[in-house]
């Protein structure tokens, strides 16, 4: 069996220098074939890592760019490269099966920590699932029901202790796909351990002035543990169990802006973006529902759970400016932006890259 067996299978939807090309978490890739040496430069005084901080008069300093040249694109081909890395290194992962059923995949180092566990966790040898290791991952046969499965796995997640970090004590459910049966639920700092498919709501707040575009954006709590800092949509969440993504929605809403019910009922669901993210012993596989939400004029946002530092209004033409020059945003909200600006006729056929950009936003396993 090759070692591309789960690559090739993702690979294809993608154009060929995202899949070909070890992706390190740069803001722009100095191989890009849409960007011209100049144009590299220009960027590179204006990326920041995530490790640095910014402020919103950073935000705003960031300088517009040329919108019609062959170059135009090359900041977003950028961003999506920041949520599909390493996808070549999918053959170090088996499948996790459950009922004849694939719900993800295990890395083969961390197989290693879950193979004492041998009353909860079981490897056959057996290729009918393509591993690349002769074998897949499985639960032990005496955990027949979802709650006897969910609580057999939050045991040896909390035995892993740090290995695991970041536990929200939030369970996602465990499916094939959305909306099929689901086998158990996973505390969701685990998903990405054992690859399954994880969802979340992302929301576009904006309103029009003056006949142009803007968008509330969050700037996340620097005691946040995961993106301190960086910018967010006005609202975004991932989807727990047991709650709908309109449900979910709503309350994420209340939560982070304190958008009340009466408006945020009024949000349109508008598609999805997905992508594969692999790091280290995790594969993330995430697809993000996104919703617009046409805002009035005199609202404005306030945090309600302190994860939100602060709000501002920006132009869509700036924001556009930002996701293709820094790396100010949260990685996976680059995408679900990108998606309303090509929504909202701000990303337009005429420009070099157009399909395979809006191709390349549903890299992932969109199911």
Not at 290 to 316: A, M, Q, T, W
Request: aromatic share 12%; proline share 6%; net charge neutral.
């Amino acid at each position: 069996m090759s070692c591309n067996y789960l690559y090739r299978s993702v690979s294809h939807r993608l154009p060929n220098f995202i899949c070909y090309t070890p992706i390190a978490p740069t803001i722009l890739s100095h191989k890009s074939p849409f960007c011209s040496s100049r144009r590299r430069r220009q960027s590179r005084s204006f990326s920041i890592s995530a490790g640095n901080s910014f402020t919103w008069d950073d935000v705003f300093r960031v300088p517009e760019s040329p919108q019609n040249d062959d170059s135009a694109l090359s900041g977003f081909f950028d961003k999506i490269k920041l949520c599909n890395r390493d996808l070549e290194k999918q053959c170090e992962f088996m499948p996790f099966v459950i009922e004849d059923q694939i719900i993800g995949y295990v890395h083969h180092g961390f197989a290693d920590f879950l193979k004492p566990f041998q009353n909860v966790f079981i490897f056959p040898q057996d290729n009918t699932y393509g591993s690349h290791f002769g074998c897949y991952c499985t639960l032990h046969p005496n955990l027949s029901t979802p709650n006897d499965r969910t609580k057999a796995v939050a045991n040896v997640v909390k035995s892993l202790g740090e290995l695991i970090p970041g536990i929200r004590n939030e369970l996602f459910p465990v499916a094939s796909a959305f909306g099929e049966h689901i086998f158990f639920a996973l505390e969701r700092a685990a998903a990405p351990y054992f690859g399954i498919k994880a969802y979340g709501v992302h929301m576009n707040g904006y309103l029009e002035k003056d006949g142009q575009e803007f968008l509330w954006l969050g700037k996340r709590s620097e005691q946040k543990t995961t993106y301190p800092g960086m910018l967010d949509h006005l609202v975004a969440g991932g989807l727990p169990h047991d709650i709908s993504c309109g449900e979910n929605l709503i309350k994420e809403c209340e939560e982070e802006a304190g958008i009340p019910r009466s408006i945020s009922h009024t949000a349109k669901p508008v598609g999805a973006v997905s992508y594969v993210d692999i790091e280290g012993y995790r594969m993330k596989r995430d697809v993000l529902f996104c919703y617009d939400l046409k805002l009035p004029g005199g609202f404005i946002p306030h945090n309600e759970d302190g994860e939100v530092e602060s709000f501002r209004l920006v132009p869509v033409t700036k924001v556009a400016n930002i996701i293709r020059n820094t790396s100010f945003f949260k990685a996976n909200c680059n995408l679900v932006i990108t998606d309303f600006l090509f929504r909202h006729g701000h990303i337009k056929p005429e420009v070099f890259g157009y399909l395979k950009l809006l191709q390349s936003l549903r890299s992932g396993y969109c199911s």
